[in-house]
Structure formats: structure tokens, C-alpha cells
Nanobody
Framework: QVQLVESGGGLVQAGGSLRLSCAAS????????MGWFREDPKKEREFVAS????????YYSDSVKGRFIISRDNRKNMVYLQMNSVKPEDTAVYYC???????????????WGQGTEVTVSS
């Protein structure tokens, strides 16, 4: 299995930007589809974005489409989530996850990081 560690969370004002990073280790990174999910106490875990093995296919939730960008660097074993034009409703703990298949469903992701907290102030 792959081990994942997120970083980059913090406090940001509405309208601002933040970049989350996820470092992977322990297995061949390029054989995994990578995804970002988020969760806050009031909602279930929500899909944010996913990216294919080579990075040529990406999926986004409707709530972040046009504002967030997922990318990956297979040489560095890293996946990123660039968050632009953030809104208070983006406040959540963000999780990096790995899957063997291209998917937007959390149940298909078998490896998860510990999460990084993002707070957007209005």
C-alpha cells in the first residue's frame, strides 16, 4: 500500500488561494489514481477531485469546478490541489487518497492520508 501525508492547510480569506500537497511513499506512485476528498462535521465525506495515473484525465465536483486544480508529479511522488477563489463553504479537512481505478467514489480509494485542515474566513 501507499502511505500519504498531506500538508499546506491553514487559514485563508475568502477569495484567496491555497495549495495543498500530498506526499506518497511505499509503493509505485504512478500506478495509483489520486484523489482529494473533504469532510466537515456537518457533512459526509465529499469528493473534490481526482487525477489519472499519468495526469491526463481529471474529475472535479461541481462545487469546485473552475476554481480548484488537481495535478501530480510522478517523478516526485506528489499530488497537489490548487485552491483558488476559495469560499467559506470550502472549509473542511481535506484528505488525499489513492485508488487502483479511475473513480470519484470514496469507497474505491484504499489508502488515505491523515488530513489537513482548511479554514476559509469570510
Amino acid at each position: 500500500q501507499v502511505q500519504l501525508v498531506e500538508s499546506g492547510g491553514g487559514l485563508v480569506q475568502a477569495g484567496g488561494s491555497l495549495r495543498l500537497s500530498c506526499a506518497a511513499s511505499g509503493s509505485t506512485f504512478s500506478t495509483y489514481v489520486m484523489g482529494w476528498f473533504r469532510e466537515d462535521p456537518k457533512k459526509e465525506r465529499e469528493f473534490v477531485a481526482s487525477i489519472s495515473w499519468g495526469g491526463d484525465i481529471t474529475y472535479y465536483s461541481d462545487s469546485v469546478k473552475g476554481r480548484f486544480i488537481i495535478s501530480r508529479d510522478n517523478r516526485k511522488n506528489m499530488v497537489y490541489l490548487q485552491m483558488n477563489s476559495v469560499k467559506p463553504e470550502d472549509t473542511a479537512v481535506y484528505y488525499c487518497a489513492a485508488s487502483r481505478e479511475l473513480s470519484t467514489r470514496s469507497g474505491t480509494f484504499g489508502s488515505w492520508g491523515q488530513g489537513t485542515e482548511v479554514t476559509v474566513s469570510s
